[in-house]
């Protein structure tokens, strides 16, 4: 088994305030998620799809699969992706995060590479960035214990492990704008990243 070969892709959720499954996204006319996953094989050797619907993404990756304590939010996705990966820290990000940053990537990489960290997230003030960071394989049985007793907070799962933080100041060297923890939670957000793009 690997350190860091793997990257997997969070696509569940209910997108309500967007107003259509968020899996779905274009830029372009280009499935935001063709865009992802080539951006990732920089980087990545194997790329995993945590996913509700895998029929839409047959041949798209290299495992399509879905959570297997279902109902339970984001953290489902990450027990999946941990159970399915090849490699023991294993990159996380949600479908609807366009900017990736690959030099960051590498950034977080060289920070654990050596420490015995069960995750790497970045901080933002007083809030953390649970997506664009690394988990590691020996969170598995926590988070499976963490669901089971029906506590869904990533905060809450962290708070109990050891993790190490990125500050902003550093992610900021990378990031002066925050756009690599970017989301599009909603169509003014979808739009709004359009412009930007339309306007570069």
């Known amino acids: 088994m690997g350190n ?8 569940g959720g209910k997108s309500a305030r967007m107003g259509f499954d968020k899996q779905f996204i274009k830029i372009n006319e280009r499935r935001l998620m063709d ?32 959570d297997i304590i ?16 090849s490699n023991e820290l294993v990159y996380f990000i949600a479908c609807d995060m366009p900017n990736i940053n690959i030099e960051y990537i590498r950034y977080m990489k060289e920070r654990i590479r050596n420490l015995d960290a069960c995750a790497c997230i970045t ?10 960071a690394f988990y590691s394989k020996k969170l598995k049985k926590k988070i499976e214990e963490h669901l ?4 869904r907070s990533i905060n809450s799962l962290l708070d109990k492990v050891e993790v190490h933080y990125i500050r902003e100041e550093d992610a900021r060297k990378y990031s002066p704008n925050w756009d690599m923890f970017l989301n599009l939670n909603t169509k003014e957000d979808l739009n709004d990243y359009l412009n930007n793009i339309v306007n570069k």
């Open 35 to 66: 865009s992802l996953i080539s951006k990732l094989r920089q980087e990545f050797d194997e790329i995993i799809i945590v996913t509700n619907k895998p029929e839409y993404y047959q041949g798209l990756s290299d495992k399509i699969i879905s």
């Open 70 to 85: 279902v109902g339970k939010g984001p953290l489902s996705g990450i027990h999946a992706g941990l159970n399915e990966s």
């Open 4 to 11: 860091f070969g793997t990257a997997v892709i969070l696509a």
């Open 148 to 151: 089971l007793n029906n506590r």
């Open 123 to 132: 901080r933002f003030g007083n809030w953390i960035e649970p997506f664009n």
